[in-house]
């Protein structure tokens, strides 16, 4: 019974000892500063903030990006001052940002304070809004039909304006009102325009 008692034991020692010669290697491999974070527990280069969602998951950041902007009301973008001949502009400025649309972004996220439109086969919902010039416009464009719709106008000056949903998806697309007076947009899809897919855009 005692030879194993004191089989036991030095087991117990050995483990220990093979348990040391392994910290203190770590201890010898881990630069400096790196131990100074864990002992100080300093994670800020991880920015751990609490549980993540799936939005913030790298493959959904553009998603989050798009919403986390238009929620907190794009307090860093100034507006568009237009020049005093604005009226003679013909194409979307290349010095503003040029329009682009949104990854889809999942339903239930559509932050408030947007000009949101529904497409589906009976047209648009509203088919008019408003906005002032100068400002930047923030479209959230719903397809609840059952085709593939767009988004399009017809003046030149908005052409960079563009989207394109499949059935159930919703898309952003930020752009400046460049301008006063009315623009027309519609599905460009072949057919879809005659069948009264057709709004229009007024900047006042």
């Known amino acids: 019974m005692q030879s194993v008692i004191r089989f036991i034991i030095t087991l117990l020692f050995i483990g220990l000892i093979v348990i040391g010669v392994v910290f203190f290697s770590i201890i010898a491999v881990v630069p400096k500063d790196k131990l100074e974070k864990i002992k100080n527990k300093d994670y800020s280069s991880t920015q751990t903030t609490g549980k993540k969602s799936i939005l913030d998951i790298s493959l959904f950041a553009p998603i989050r990006a798009f919403i986390d902007e238009v929620s907190q009301g794009n307090n860093s973008t100034p507006a568009y001052v237009p020049p005093s001949n604005s009226g003679e502009i013909e194409t979307y400025p290349a010095e503003l940002p040029q329009p682009q649309a949104s990854v889809p972004l999942p339903k239930g996220s559509i932050p408030s304070?947007?000009?949101?439109?529904?497409?589906?086969?009976?047209?648009?919902?509203?088919?008019?809004?408003?906005?002032?010039?100068?400002?930047?416009?923030?479209?959230?464009?719903?397809?609840?039909?059952?085709?593939?719709?767009?988004?399009?106008?017809k003046d030149q000056l908005f052409a960079p304006v563009n989207i394109s949903l499949g059935p159930g998806e919703s898309r952003g697309i930020q752009f400046y009102?460049?301008?006063?007076?009315?623009?027309?947009?519609?599905c460009d899809l072949p057919g879809h325009e005659d069948a009264g897919e057709v709004g229009t855009m007024i900047i006042e």
């Open 113 to 153: 304070g947007v000009e949101k439109i529904i497409i589906s086969e009976s047209g648009f919902k509203p088919s008019i809004f408003r906005v002032k010039e100068g400002e930047q416009v923030v479209l959230i464009l719903e397809n609840q039909g059952r085709k593939t719709h767009s988004f399009a106008f």
């Open 177 to 186: 009102a460049i301008k006063k007076g009315e623009f027309v947009f519609r």
